[in-house]
């Protein structure tokens, strides 16, 4: 099994729509999750930080269950620049370590 | 500021050379982190660095993998006689702390695609 695991896509949705997206982890130890956000051929970048209470930025929504090891982030009122992959991140969970598992992305497009 | 730069961005190499990658973190950040990304796969990690030492070297994928961090700063990552399946974009992040208990964002550079014929 993967360590993170997300759905693909794509998913393709007008302007304007909701789309929601979900991602499950493995280590019930991980105390940092992330969505990064990926265009294609750069790098990838924050998008937010997800916290335990469930936190929004703008028309993005994240959402933390740690009883079920499941993150999601919803986007509202969908714009064509939020064409992108999108990664579910989240930490290893060791103590010696910061590092970063990343799933391999949920592809979103959103057309006119 | 600047930003966390790579270098090459591009190299092709014949299969059997060897290769060094540059990361050029972004000043005072003491973690920096390799990752590679294959055609339409995930990020898979490499290596973490904690200032000048590597406490996780768990994802290199083989002995012909070895990275260093001098100064606190630059790192290069050297892959030893290539094979076409170390084809891929390789990518440095820095980031500013490194604790298990913080959210820390990882800034990434812009990677370095390498290509082995």
């Known amino acids: 099994r993967k360590e993170v695991e997300q759905d693909p896509g794509p998913f393709n949705v007008p302007e304007g729509a909701t789309v929601a997206f979900n991602c499950t982890y493995s280590n019930s130890a991980s105390q940092s999750f992330f969505w990064y956000r990926q265009d294609c051929r750069k790098e990838p970048k924050l998008l937010m930080s997800v916290y335990s209470s469930g936190n929004e930025d703008g028309r993005f929504t994240a959402q933390l269950n740690r009883a079920s090891q499941y993150i999601s982030l919803l986007i509202r009122d969908s714009k064509l620049s939020d064409s992108a992959t999108y990664l579910c991140v989240v930490n290893k969970g060791s103590l010696n370590t910061d590092k970063l598992i990343f799933g391999t992305g949920t592809r979103l497009q959103v057309f006119p | 500021g600047a930003g966390v730069s790579q270098s090459p961005s591009n190299k092709v190499t014949e299969k059997g050379k060897d290769v060094e990658l540059r990361c050029d973190p972004i000043?005072?950040?003491?973690?920096l982190y390799w990752y590679r990304q294959s055609l339409g796969q995930g990020l898979e990690f490499l290596i973490y660095f904690q200032g000048n030492s590597a406490p996780d070297k768990s994802g290199l994928p083989s002995d012909r993998f070895s990275a260093e961090r001098t100064g606190g700063s630059v790192s290069t990552l050297t892959i030893q006689r290539t094979q076409q399946e170390d084809s891929a974009v390789y990518l440095c992040?820095?980031?500013?702390?490194?604790?298990?208990?913080?959210?820390?964002?990882?800034?990434f550079g812009p990677g370095t695609r390498l290509t082995v014929t």
């Open positions: 000043s005072g950040h003491t973690a």
């Open positions: 992040a820095s980031s500013p702390i490194s604790s298990h208990t913080e959210h820390t964002e990882q800034y």
